[in-house]
């Protein structure tokens, strides 16, 4: 069984800066696609980057230029950096990799929270 965990939320200052992690357990993570989502209070969750296995991108338009989706297969862990951060960035941030047909597993989430 696959866990994730997630790790670097908590709160940050407008235009301020947070790095969150996600560590895999197992054997699949170098096969994985991980993408990154959110969940704000009253709203429906949405995909916010995504990272391939042979490291390509995507950014929702709303973090394009702000946040980096990174991975280091070697120590099973992806990692999602946010600059630039705005208060409309404040949600419950989940990791999840997945292998379209094979495989799909999340992590509880970590918050983040923007404000002054």
């Known amino acids: 069984q696959v866990q994730l965990v997630e790790s670097g939320g908590g709160l940050a200052q407008p235009g301020g800066s947070l790095r969150l992690n996600c560590a895999a357990s197992?054997?699949?993570?170098?096969?994985?696609?991980v993408n990154w989502h959110r969940q704000a209070p009253g709203e429906r969750r949405e995909l916010v980057a995504s990272i391939g296995i042979e490291d390509t991108t995507w950014y929702t338009n709303s973090v394009k230029g702000r946040f980096t989706i990174s991975r280091d297969n070697a120590k099973n862990t992806a990692f999602l950096q946010m600059d630039r951060l705005k208060p409309e960035d404040t949600a419950t941030y989940y990791c999840q990799i997945e292998r379209p047909g094979q495989f799909d597993y999340w992590g509880q989430g970590t918050q983040v929270t923007v404000s002054s």
């Open positions: 197992g054997t699949i993570f170098s096969v994985s696609v």
